[in-house]
């Protein structure tokens, strides 16, 4: 047995919806799950389909040997500032290019539902 992980990416179907701090943040019909061993399915929503006017870059930067370099994002509302809640590989290794250009948010920093 190898010390790969399996990792699996797939559409997440439907249509969802991101909010924070009272407001709504995205909506997407084309998110992607991420599923690795040993941890529990990632969301990975289109940058595209972000209101990216809610985040600011993060000075913060961690490495996945499996997924590459990972950049992070404060989540600012009208009243306060979350920091690093998201984050998203840019250039991600290349059997991860699926996840290019999608941020991923940490449990209970946004709340995320499936609308239909």
């Known amino acids: 047995m190898g010390t790969e992980p399996e990792i699996v990416i797939e559409p997440a179907p439907g249509n969802w919806s991101i909010r ?7 909506d997407t019909s084309r998110a992607l799950l991420l599923r690795e061993n040993g941890y529990e399915p990632v969301l990975y929503v289109p940058r595209d389909d972000l209101q990216m006017v809610f985040f600011d870059a993060s000075d913060k ?18 009243n306060r500032r979350d920091e690093n809640v998201a ?3 840019e250039a991600p290794i290349d059997a991860m290019t699926k996840i290019a250009g999608h ?14």
């Open 103 to 116: 941020l991923a948010f940490h449990k209970g920093a946004v709340t995320i539902d499936l609308v239909s």
């Open 87 to 89: 984050w998203s590989y």
């Open 20 to 26: 924070a701090q009272g407001a709504v943040i995205g």
């Open 61 to 78: 930067t961690t490495h996945c040997p499996h997924k590459g370099d990972a950049t992070y994002y404060h989540l600012v509302g009208k």
